[in-house]
């Protein structure tokens, strides 16, 4: 199974760009900032970067994030994430970035831009195709959200694909960002909010329907509500389900107890994907072999989990129609 998951191409669809970054990444960062105070020596680094608890997580995260100070720091970000990628044959990504945290960081849009840049054309060189999804920072409000429109609609970089909107749901209704949504997509932009992966179905129906998402981040909720669970599938509306996150988060208790089953069970178009790679100890290929351990899949149950990241990426047809036809033709290669 393991060297079926490696040879199928596959798409990540959920994964944040400052959250991708390996261990071999930060410590090239920490020893050109050392300022930031992130350890500058391998083994003390590794120590630093293995999860504890979600705490420790976001003092990793923000320690990451303090590093990236101008286009030479995100071009860093961006290749490491691509040869992770590239290593385990993910042929296409849609990367969320958040532009609003690296201003509020004093790294300008040109920087940020001219690192994405240069960064996804390089990935292009190891094989690997970025695409940007541009995301609101929910806990920094609307000004974050009128930042973050602003900066995609008035710059629109090459890959942009979606709008997306992260960070905590407690307390962050999704619906007062309605407005940004409809604006992103009026201008050709599709709607990926997160939604549902720390709160409940109500969140998901809101996200669906005051921000017409297209695909929804986690969606682990939907389970709670059969109605819900019943229009996804109907729908087919897909989620992006980051399995290991879940259980680091704790949202699930382990990854046989996460309802990704129901979701299949269900109907619904389930996605697999990594959130916060390394800061979690996932890869996309981690993911897809403990999906398939957790529920027994066969490795034609394995072959759709890949086909429904093809199918709900925002790649154009013709894109699509090849990755899907070498996908059959791994799956014909081991029948
Ligand atoms: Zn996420």
Same mark, same amino acid.
């Given at each position: 199974m393991r060297s079926f998951i490696h040879a199928l191409p596959k798409v990540e669809? +959920?994964? +944040? !760009?400052?959250?991708?970054?390996?261990?071999?990444?930060?410590?090239?960062?920490?020893?050109?900032?050392?300022?930031?105070?992130?350890?500058?020596?391998?083994?003390?680094?590794?120590?630093?970067?293995?999860?504890?608890?979600?705490?420790?997580?976001?003092?990793? =995260?923000?320690?990451?994030?303090?590093? $990236?100070?101008?286009?030479?720091?995100?071009?860093?970000?961006?290749?490491?994430?691509?040869?992770?990628?590239a290593r385990q044959n993910v042929r296409y990504?849609?990367?969320?970035?958040?532009? =609003? %945290?690296?201003?509020?960081?004093?790294?300008? @849009?040109?920087?940020?831009?001219?690192?994405?840049?240069?960064?996804?054309?390089?990935?292009?060189?190891?094989g690997?195709e970025?695409?940007?999804?541009?995301?609101?920072?929910?806990?920094? @409000?609307?000004?974050?959200?009128? &930042?973050?429109?602003? /900066?995609? $609609? %008035?710059?629109?970089?090459? @890959?942009?694909?979606?709008?997306?909107?992260?960070?905590?749901?407690?307390?962050?209704?999704?619906?007062?960002?309605?407005?940004? /949504?409809?604006?992103?997509?009026?201008?050709?932009?599709?709607?990926?909010?997160?939604?549902?992966?720390?709160?409940?179905?109500?969140?998901?129906?809101?996200?669906?329907?005051? $921000?017409?998402?297209?695909?929804?981040?986690?969606?682990?909720?939907?389970?709670?509500?059969?109605?819900? !669970?019943?229009? $996804?599938?109907?729908?087919?509306?897909?989620?992006?389900?980051?399995?290991?996150? %879940?259980?680091?988060?704790?949202?699930?208790?382990?990854? &046989?107890?996460?309802?990704?089953?129901?979701?299949l069970?269900?109907?619904?178009v389930v996605t697999v994907?990594?959130?916060?790679?390394?800061?979690?100890?996932?890869?996309l290929e981690?993911e897809y072999l403990?999906v398939a351990s957790?529920l027994d899949l066969s490795h034609a149950d394995v072959a759709r989990l890949a086909e429904n990241a093809v199918l709900a990426s925002?790649l154009?047809n013709p894109r699509k129609t090849s990755l899907l036809e070498e996908i059959s033709t791994v799956l014909a290669a081991v029948r």
């Amino acid at each position: 199974m393991r060297s079926f998951i490696h040879a199928l191409p596959k798409v990540e669809l +959920h994964v +944040h !760009l400052v959250g991708s970054a390996s261990a071999d990444t930060v410590l090239e960062l920490a020893r050109r900032h050392p300022e930031a105070g992130v350890p500058t020596d391998r083994a003390e680094l590794e120590r630093f970067y293995t999860f504890r608890d979600f705490d420790h997580f976001l003092k990793v =995260y923000w320690a990451v994030q303090s590093m $990236l100070k101008d286009r030479h720091d995100i071009h860093t970000l961006v290749v490491g994430l691509a040869g992770e990628l590239a290593r385990q044959n993910v042929r296409y990504a849609e990367v969320t970035v958040t532009p =609003y %945290n690296h201003f509020l960081d004093g790294v300008s @849009g040109d920087e940020v831009l001219a690192g994405l840049e240069s960064g996804r054309a390089a990935a292009a060189a190891l094989g690997v195709e970025l695409a940007w999804c541009f995301d609101i920072p929910g806990e920094k @409000g609307l000004v974050a959200a009128r &930042e973050t429109l602003a /900066f995609a $609609l %008035n710059e629109r970089p090459e @890959g942009l694909v979606s709008f997306g909107l992260g960070g905590p749901e407690t307390g962050v209704g999704r619906a007062q960002f309605a407005p940004f /949504f409809a604006a992103a997509r009026e201008a050709g932009l599709h709607c990926v909010p997160h939604a549902g992966e720390t709160t409940g179905p109500e969140t998901i129906w809101s996200a669906l329907r005051d $921000l017409k998402a297209e695909r929804i981040g986690h969606g682990t909720s939907c389970v709670d509500d059969p109605a819900l !669970l019943a229009h $996804l599938a109907l729908k087919g509306i897909p989620l992006e389900v980051c399995p290991t996150s %879940n259980v680091r988060t704790r949202q699930v208790a382990s990854i &046989e107890a996460h309802p990704v089953r129901r979701m299949l069970e269900a109907g619904v178009v389930v996605t697999v994907n990594t959130d916060d790679p390394p800061f979690f100890g996932a890869s996309l290929e981690g993911e897809y072999l403990a999906v398939a351990s957790a529920l027994d899949l066969s490795h034609a149950d394995v072959a759709r989990l890949a086909e429904n990241a093809v199918l709900a990426s925002f790649l154009p047809n013709p894109r699509k129609t090849s990755l899907l036809e070498e996908i059959s033709t791994v799956l014909a290669a081991v029948r």
